[in-house]
């Protein structure tokens, strides 16, 4: 079955630079999505990205669908981007199920 | 962006007891889901639904049942509350119009002692 790995496990930035998320898969992926996770613990939706690249605000999510890859670039970090930071792939090609990688956990630091 | 809410927020449940956690989205979407997810780690799908009067397992059903009465509530329901079933549970919802993108609710935090 499809399985997501992400990488770092966990990043530390000194406010001001930049962080580069990645995000490999097993399988070809036909929905894909970032999520934010807050300190608090509230999920939000960052892209859904399954091919290509997206822009919004500071960040920018690229997958490369038959490298089986997708990456989220985080420009000029500020400390509010710290928390936990979730790919997610569809669980077999068409699948409305997700399968989440563990994360990575970025602290910003001022 | 998609309205999603979760009661109760935070629950403490005695080992054995029965605990039933809520989920009411506003936004038509045919998908809903049921997550828990443990300390430091990603989210595992427990059940979802595509329509309403129906449920379908999702990786780690064991334990949990779900209820789908209508297009805008979800339920999930743990009939006998295990220790190993303390953890946040995140419900969510997806599909308006072909979109896939899901939309969580705030979670909720839940103890069993």
């Known amino acids: 079955g499809q399985q997501v790995q992400q990488s770092p496990a966990s990043l530390v930035l000194q406010e001001g630079e930049n962080a580069e998320l990645q995000c490999n898969f097993s399988?070809?992926?036909?929905?894909l999505q970032w999520f934010y996770q807050h300190p608090g613990g509230r999920l939000v939706s960052l892209f859904y990205?399954?091919?290509g690249t997206k822009h919004t605000g500071r960040l920018t999510s690229t997958t490369v669908t038959n490298e089986r890859r997708s990456s989220l670039h985080i420009s000029s970090s500020q400390t509010t981007d710290s928390g936990t930071y979730f790919c997610a792939i569809d669980r077999s090609s068409g699948s409305w199920q997700l399968i989440f990688g563990s994360g990575t956990q970025l602290t910003v630091m001022p | 962006e998609a309205a999603v809410t979760q009661s109760p927020r935070s629950k403490v449940a005695v080992t054995g007891g029965k605990v039933t956690l809520s989920c009411h989205q506003t936004n038509n979407h045919d998908y809903m889901y049921w997550y828990r997810q443990d300390t430091g780690h990603g989210l595992r799908l427990i059940h979802y639904?595509?329509?309403?009067?129906?449920?379908e397992k999702g990786d780690i059903p064991d334990g949990y049942k779900a209820s789908r009465p209508s297009q805008e509530n979800f339920s999930l329901i743990l009939e006998l509350a295990s220790l190993s079933q303390t953890a946040v549970y995140f419900c969510?919802?997806?599909?308006?119009?072909?979109?896939?993108?899901?939309?969580f609710g705030p979670g909720t935090r839940l103890t069993v002692l």
């Open positions: 639904s595509y329509v309403a009067d129906s449920t």
């Open positions: 990205n399954p091919s």
């Open positions: 399988s070809t992926a036909t929905r």
């Open positions: 969510a919802s997806s599909g308006l119009g072909g979109s896939y993108e899901q939309y």
